[in-house]
């Protein structure tokens, strides 16, 4: 374990403080300058000055001193200094020079003085110096002011967990125990029961015990450390008397601190895994959830229902309409985490009540317009959603409710409304009727593009009946409005005159254009990601009145749409063949049909919108055009079933894959063959597996201060080692190198090779990148060959490649000047920091138009099969793909994926795969790196490019 | 429940202060502070950031961040709480809240984090609380520091007040210009002593330990303590240094010192004999020590119940050679006197002749640092008139107050030393208030007794009253008031006037010192 490091202060370099000057300082009477010095002192000992001869100045000089800065100043320097020989471990001689003082300090008539000095000897691990304290420490137990007695205890509690603490301080427990029995002061208690608890869990125990009628009454940081002691008491298996705590903790789920009530709560379940006990923490967090107006408690408490709701799914479900008031909160996270949580506790039974209460919600985002409305409905549409897919059964309840929000401001939500209005339809037909009705009502509401599209296949696809198939012709129709869509004097207005064309085009075009302004001129084409990134303009401005959405946004230029308008006619014409008894009927809606089309068509070729028609659009609506003059049975066949088909295998697919990932979830929870197996039958409780709950308590403070480390894998350990020197050099040098979190370390191994002794031997490293040497290097000696390891530490502060340069100086006997030996380079790799993560479609696409740093890496590979690149890429370069496996199959020649990944500081690395497979069967294509940061995207496209050849290489 | 460390961050990731409150390296927590700005998102609505295994809780200020790293499991409504104050905290001790202003305060901040947090652990404190502690204002450091003060002064006090007093009596004594002595020597050789101790005086108790330099109140009170009689007994002149301890102390000292005044007169003058005959040891080799004690009982209005006095005459010799001597003494005829002597004393020598030797010749008077008696007597059946000291207590209730008179009038017979009359007082709360007084007074607050003290009686001072107030009392809690003093001389007014050696040769140099010391004397 390295030397702890107790306090941080930022160190400007620009005014170096000589230690002479420092030395100086100390010497004189002025009692600022002494301040001023001593904060000097200290901040050069945190930046690895040793400072070795200004120890007996301090001595000599401060130590006397009555000032109580000074006096504090001077705790703090020797909580830093080293009080340790470095070579021995053995205690400095000097430092038991300052023992005078402590005691001093510790009798000072200053009760603040004293109270100071004994939170000092917590830091202080040296018994030698604590020793001759003992008695004046003890002494402070007595004295009558509350904030000496509080350090008092502390301090014998950090004496007595010494090693060999109990040698100094053998009646240690004793004497706490006396002390707590007479202490009023609520601090002191606890410090005093605290190291009870810590040190001699039974006079705990029976002080609880003793006091158990009273806890309720203790003040809260009391009950605080109770509850702590509760907890680890119960900790050991098969305790008969675990009533009496539960007895406790009911008791203290009840304190008016809510601090004290989590507390509780959280010990309960550790304790018991009785369905009551969960049921009453789970109860208290509820209630914490509603009374607690903080995000941040309001997270953190939903945060352990899950936890809860992972163990005790039965219980949990109970609570849910509990939870569900939570949503409330204004908060878009907690909302989030709170419906994540509800859809999580859905039964047949309850399921009736979450649709309601959610239903109320969603008229709620109607009635107060909200700031984040829109979002919170789209959660909730999801939220609905998921529901009516898990039970079908209440979908009839919503959906008409949700389809009035089809014309919602909110494309996003709109969005979600369709698809799911979409799924509905197919899935309950019992529905369709009513909902194709209510569609063809509220048609003309519809304002986006993506959700008119959507809305005008579920028209094609599901109106059957004469009926609905008519009102749906004339419902499109009505919302396109009076045909041509432009005459040819307006071309001639707009031709001969420079003035721009009429004002309700003009608007519109400059909305239209919009996108391609934004998007910095080379992502204008791509629409999929620009089209929810500023989802607004999107929506035709200016004809919210009107009932013609679908004219304004065809004449914005939407040809996409208009295709799409084009096929939705084409298959209700088809379809009215089949239903209308009437030739000339359905001929007549045939012509009216084809007359649409050809306007569009026109439309498209004319000079009046900035672009043309793109090719597709123009292919599908010519498609269209000759299918309604043309009609042959398979044709028909083709467009009216097998559409239908492809659909119904889509969703089966979905919900395949869904099923799919629920089995790979239970497969992890499965037991390993090394695991402790739980007998129900042999034990009352679960209680053995508390054990381990509680074990993982206290790694987590372990690893949270970065004292645990998992063992790392020995096969791999030797992987890592690299050679820094040649085998020929006078010094032999190789590192191991440690990758943590946030810093690395190198273990280098330095042996002497030559036959004589090395004196001032210098490990010297430089870095690149965002990496910073931590300590600076210390100089050594090195007898003739033998070896030594030297350690470095460095900081690491962003993902990026990073580059170690070094060198080793020495000095020998005879020649005197320094020799140098250069050293490898160490490259720090990347992918150290990078893991593979998740994010949704929409997410990703928002972030790639959002980052500014794009590496495009040209592919050059000796791979011929696209996906056995695309695979490769992702196992060298550490990241997840996004696209599911199903849209990459089959052999088609071409391949695009997106990969993510996220860096341990939070950053994220975006990557996108186009390749495509040549006539000569190599692969071409791009790879394209997305980031935040500039760092990112380059470390990873070069090791890309490295490694991007792959094959038997 | 474990706070790691508070610290305050810049939005770049500098760390500019962190306070750690359980062990943890450098490289660890700085790596922590450096990840924090990447991790901490833009507009949520919630201010902890979780990761594998910290989690922190933070507040923006200005262009800073303050936060807390705990680990997963930690309360979450604690650390908010701690959070909260130590955010009301930042601003009252770092007026300026940005990088350079949050540096420049770095250490009190980090005291102020101190109090907030004990060792991880949250504490119940308010922004005042903390204020409080940090400011460390403390009214028993002041009343310690005041103690301090007022025993420097009265030391001062009454070492002006000796000096001076001892300017009088050499003044007197060379008007008197009693014996052969050196009148004047003596008393400057104190003086020096005195100035020595000034000078000195700040600097004892500093063997006791290292570098503690006058902050040793203890050790210093008690060092003395446990060398201060047999110093006063049997070596006045070593150790003068060890007995300024206190008032009191110094007190006695200068009252042996004066009774021993002739003693250290011979002391310090030059004798080539003396110090060929004894080189070693600092005192004459024959001391002959006359002491009275009065045990007196005086009602208080008028009358003696018990008036005794008990003299010694005891002998000191040094060396076994000057053993064979004998003493010459005399005595004024008092009405009462009784002597018993020895029984190894030739009791027909002394009857007829006034001479103290021994039954057998042959055998010497004891030697050693021990004081042997040899001749005791008795003084009984004197009148009041007598009496060397004798006072009047005088209580008067008045309204809501007591007036208490009291006044002493001295015998001429005697020069009274270090006369100190204690008059017990109910129990009071605070000291009573002394209108009037000739000498000095203290309070003794435990015992309540006021002490009058006067340092000397003598011709100019025969009487004397004093008068002090004390909330109604009933007269007889004033009594009995204990007088004690001591004089130079003795009601017996035994003298040696000469020593005769028994052997050959001169007469052993001798130094006698005569004393009369009230034992018990009561106004009850």
């Known amino acids: ?953 | 429940m474990v706070v790691l460390a508070a610290s305050i961050i810049s939005k770049s990731g500098k760390a500019l202060v962190s306070r750690q409150f359980v062990d943890m390296s450098r490289i660890r927590i700085e790596g922590l502070l450096a990840a924090f700005p990447k991790l901490v998102g833009t507009g949520k609505q919630h201010t902890y950031v979780e990761t594998e295994n910290v989690r922190y809780v933070y507040q923006p200020i200005e262009g800073l961040y303050l936060l807390l790293i705990t680990n997963k499991q930690s309360n979450i409504l604690e650390d908010l709480d701690t959070l909260r104050l130590l955010s009301k905290l930042v601003p009252e001790y770092s007026p300026s809240l940005d990088e350079e202003g949050v540096c420049k305060t770095a250490f009190e901040l980090i005291f102020a984090f101190d109090e907030a947090i004990s060792l991880g652990n949250k504490e119940n404190v308010t922004v005042q609380q903390v204020k409080q502690y940090c400011e460390m204002e403390s009214h028993e450091e002041k009343a310690h520091k005041l103690m301090m003060q007022s025993k420097i002064n009265e030391t001062r006090d009454v070492m002006k007040k000796k000096a001076s007093e001892l300017d009088k009596m050499r003044m007197e004594r060379g008007k008197l210009d009693k014996g052969g002595y050196s009148s004047i020597s003596g008393p400057r050789v104190i003086e020096k002593t005195f100035n020595d101790m000034s000078i000195t005086g700040s600097g004892f108790g500093s063997g006791s330990g290292l570098g503690g330099l006058g902050m040793d109140m203890d050790s210093f009170a008690s060092k003395p303590k446990g060398g201060r009689p047999s110093a006063a007994a049997t070596a006045p002149g070593k150790g003068l240094g060890m007995k300024l301890g206190k008032t009191q102390k110094t007190n006695q000292f200068l009252e042996s010192l004066k009774a021993e005044g002739e003693v250290i007169l011979e002391d310090v003058q030059p004798s080539s004999v003396q110090s060929r005959a004894s080189p070693l040891p600092p005192s004459d080799p024959v001391t002959v020590t006359i002491e009275e004690k009065l045990n007196v009982t005086v009602k208080r209005d008028g009358g003696v119940n018990n008036f005794d006095v008990q003299g010694t005459l005891a002998l000191q010799v040094l060396n076994d050679a000057d053993g064979f001597i004998q003493l010459q003494i005399e005595n004024q005829d008092v009405p009462g006197l009784s002597f018993k002597t020895h029984p190894n004393i030739n009791k027909d020598l002394f009857n007829s002749q006034q001479v103290v030797g021994a039954k057998d010749p042959n055998r010497p008077f004891p030697s050693g640092q021990n004081e042997t008696p040899l001749v005791k007597w008795r003084i009984q059946g004197m009148d009041e008139s007598s009496l060397p000291l004798s006072v009047n207590c005088w209580p008067s209730v008045s309204g809501s107050e007591t007036y208490v008179n009291i006044e002493y009038e001295a015998a001429e017979m005697f020069d009274l030393h270090n006369v100190v009359i204690s008059i017990p007082l109910p129990a009071l709360r605070e000291a009573p208030s002394v209108r009037q007084i000739d000498g000095e007074w203290k309070y003794d607050s435990r015992n309540s007794v006021l002490e009058w003290s006067i340092l000397l009686i003598d011709q100019s001072n025969r009487s004397g009253s004093m008068e002090f107030v004390v909330p109604p009392a009933d007269p007889s809690t004033f009594f009995p008031i204990s007088i004690g003093f001591s004089a130079s001389s003795t009601f017996s007014d035994l003298k040696v006037t000469g020593i005769r050696p028994l052997k050959d040769g001169n007469p052993p140099k001798y130094s006698q010192r005569a004393r009369l010391v009230a034992a018990n004397y009561q106004v009850v």
Not at chain 1, 803 to 814: A, L, P, R, W
């Open chain 1, 1 to 953: 374990m390295e030397k702890p490091c107790t306090l941080l202060v930022h160190f400007d370099k620009g005014s170096p403080s000589m230690a002479n000057e420092i030395k100086a300082d100390l010497e004189g009477s002025d009692v600022a300058a002494k301040v001023d010095a001593m904060k000097r002192a200290i901040m050069l000992l945190l930046n690895g000055e040793t400072l070795p001869h200004l120890f007996i100045t301090v001595v000599r000089y401060v130590l006397p001193s009555e000032d109580h800065t000074i006096q504090k100043l001077l705790l703090l320097y020797l909580e830093i200094v080293d009080k340790r020989d470095v070579a021995s471990g053995k205690v400095l001689p000097e430092m038991i020079l300052i023992c005078q003082n402590l005691r001093n300090n510790l009798q000072h008539p200053n009760e603040y003085i004293r109270g100071v000095t004994l939170r000092f000897l917590c830091r202080l691990n040296e018994p030698e110096l604590l020793e001759p304290l003992i008695p004046s420490i003890l002494a402070n137990l007595d004295h009558r002011h509350h904030f000496i007695r509080r350090h008092a205890l502390s301090a014998i509690s950090a004496i007595y967990r010494l090693p060999h603490g109990d040698q100094l301080l053998p009646d240690a427990p004793e004497v706490v125990e006396r002390a707590l029995t007479g202490e009023q002061d609520a601090s002191a208690r606890r410090n005093g029961f605290l190291m009870l608890c810590a040190c001699a869990q039974e006079r705990a125990v029976a002080y609880l015990l003793t006091n158990a009628e009273r806890v309720a009454e203790w003040p809260d940081l009391l009950q605080m450390a109770a509850v702590d002691l509760i907890r680890k008491v119960c900790r050991s298996p098969n305790r008969a008397d675990k009533g009496r705590y539960i007895k406790i903790i009911i008791s203290l789920l009840s304190a008016p601190n809510s601090a004290v009530v989590y507390e509780s709560a959280g010990a309960l379940v550790s304790l018991s895994s009785a369905p009551t006990a969960v049921r009453a923490a789970a109860n208290t967090y509820c209630q914490l959830l509603s009374s607690q107006s903080d995000n941040n408690v309001k997270l953190i408490v939903l945060d352990r229902l899950h936890e809860l709701r992972a163990s005790h799914r039965d219980v949990m479900v109970d609570v849910v309409m509990d939870v569900l008031r939570a949503l409330s909160s204004p908060n878009v996270d907690v909302r989030r985490k709170v419906l994540d949580l509800v859809l999580d506790l859905l039964t047949p039974r309850n399921v009736e009540e979450v649709v309601m209460y959610l239903k109320k919600e969603v008229v709620k985002t109607q009635a107060g317009d909200l700031e984040k409305g829109g979002e919170y409905r789209q959660m909730l549409v999801q939220a609905i959603h998921s529901c009516a897919v898990e039970y079908p059964e209440v979908a009839g309840s919503v959906v008409h409710l949700l389809m009035d929000f089809l014309g919602d401001t909110n494309v996003a939500a709109a969005v979600d409304v369709v698809l799911f209005v979409r799924e509905i339809i197919e899935t309950n037909p019992k529905l369709r009727v009513s909902m194709i009705q209510r569609l063809i009502d509220t048609f003309y509401q519809i304002r986006a593009s993506r959700v008119c599209s959507c809305a005008l296949w579920i028209l094609g696809e599901y109106s059957l009946s004469l009926s609905e198939v008519e009102s749906a012709i004339s419902t499109i129709k009505q919302c396109l409005g009076d045909l041509p869509f432009y005459t040819v004097s307006e071309e001639g207005e707009s031709t001969d005159a420079s003035k721009p064309a009429q004002p309700v085009v003009n608007s519109v075009t400059v909305s239209s254009r919009r996108p391609v302004v934004l998007a910095d001129g080379t992502y204008a084409t791509q629409s999929a990601a620009t089209e929810t990134a500023i989802s607004s303009p999107a929506v035709a401005p200016g004809s919210l009145s009107s009932t013609q959405n679908l004219r304004s946004l065809i004449l914005s230029g939407d040809f996409f749409l208009a295709a799409v308008v084009a096929c939705t006619l084409t298959k209700l014409v088809l379809r009215l063949e089949e239903v209308q008894p009437s030739k000339a009927e359905a001929n007549k809606a045939s012509t009216g049909a084809l007359l649409i089309m050809v306007s569009i068509l026109q439309l498209g070729q004319s000079s009046y919108l900035p672009h043309p028609i793109d090719n597709d659009s123009y292919d599908r609506i010519v498609l269209c055009v000759r299918l309604l003059c043309n009609t042959g049975d398979d044709v028909r066949k083709v467009w009216l079933q097998s559409c239908r088909q492809s659909f119904t295998k889509m969703l089966a697919e979905k919900q395949f894959r869904e099923t799919e990932e629920m089995k790979a979830k239970a497969q992890i929870s499965h037991a390993q063959p090394d695991d402790l197996i739980d007998f129900y039958h042999l034990k009352s409780r679960r209680g053995m597996s508390q054990l381990e709950l509680e074990d993982a308590v206290q790694d987590d403070l372990k690893a949270a201060t970065g004292e645990f480390t998992k063992d790392a894998d020995d096969a791999n350990r030797l992987n890592r080692i690299l050679q820094l020197t040649g085998f020929s050099d006078p010094v032999y040098a190789e590192a191991y190198v440690t990758v943590h979190h946030y810093d690395i370390v190198l273990d280098v191994t330095v042996i002497n090779r030559t036959k004589e002794t090395l004196q001032n031997l210098c490990l010297e490293l430089a870095t690149m990148g965002d990496l910073k040497l931590v300590d600076r290097p210390q100089n050594y000696t090195l007898a003739p060959e033998s070896s030594k390891q030297i350690r470095a530490n460095i900081k690491v502060s962003s993902t990026e490649t990073g580059v170690i340069f070094g060198n080793i100086v020495y000095e020998t006997s005879n020649v005197m000047e320094r020799s140098v030996v250069v050293l490898n380079d160490i490259h720090i790799d990347i992918m150290d920091y990078i893991s593979p993560a998740t994010c949704a479609d929409v997410a990703f696409r928002n972030m790639w138009a959002e980052f500014e740093w794009e590496n495009k890496v040209a592919v050059n590979t000796v791979i011929q099969d696209e996906k056995e690149f695309l695979d490769h890429i992702i196992k060298s370069t550490n990241m997840k793909c996004l696209t599911p496996p199903s849209a990459l199959d089959g052999e088609c020649g071409f391949i695009a994926a997106n990969l993510y990944a996220k860096s341990v500081f939070g950053e994220d690395a975006l990557v996108n795969i186009s390749v495509e497979k040549q006539a000569d069967g190599k692969l071409s294509g791009y790879i394209r790196i997305r980031s935040k940061t500039q760092g990112i995207a380059l470390s990873l496209g070069d090791k890309i490019t490295l490694k991007q050849k792959g094959g038997s290489s």
